[in-house]
């Protein structure tokens, strides 16, 4: 059984930053894209950043320039850097993996979910 830890959600001033992690642990055969996901109360689940194993980036224009993806592939993690962070980037933010646990069958992975809370 796979699963996604993720941490380092929290409560930071705007202008501040915030570093988010999740690891994928399990029974793991490779690791296609990884990604987050932020949902803000009252609102639809949106794409912020995804990142391919090849390290191919794709952000959010909301996002770009202040946050980055990476990934540490022989760690089986993702990490999301936020800098700059503003009000409107609170959301409970969600780490998504495509995850192949043997070489044939795959599955859209998802954690739990992390809060960032971005208020004065």
């Known amino acids: 059984q796979v699963q996604l830890l993720e941490s380092g959600g929290g409560l930071v001033q705007p202008g501040g930053s915030l570093r988010l992690s999740c690891a994928a642990s399990?029974?793991?055969?490779?690791?296609?894209?990884m990604g987050w996901y932020r949902q803000a109360p009252g609102k639809q689940r949106e794409l912020v950043a995804t990142?391919?194993?090849?390290?191919?980036?794709n952000y959010a224009d909301s996002v770009k320039g202040r946050f980055t993806i990476s990934r540490d592939n022989a760690e089986n993690t993702v990490y999301l850097r936020m800098n700059s962070l503003k009000p409107e980037d609170t959301a409970v933010y969600f780490c998504?993996?495509?995850?192949?646990?043997?070489?044939?069958?795959?599955?859209?992975?998802w954690g739990q979910g992390t809060q960032v809370t971005v208020s004065s």
């Open positions: 990142v391919t194993s090849g390290g191919s980036t």
């Open positions: 998504t993996a495509l995850i192949y646990d043997t070489k044939f069958r795959r599955d859209d992975y």
């Open positions: 399990g029974s793991i055969f490779t690791i296609n894209a």
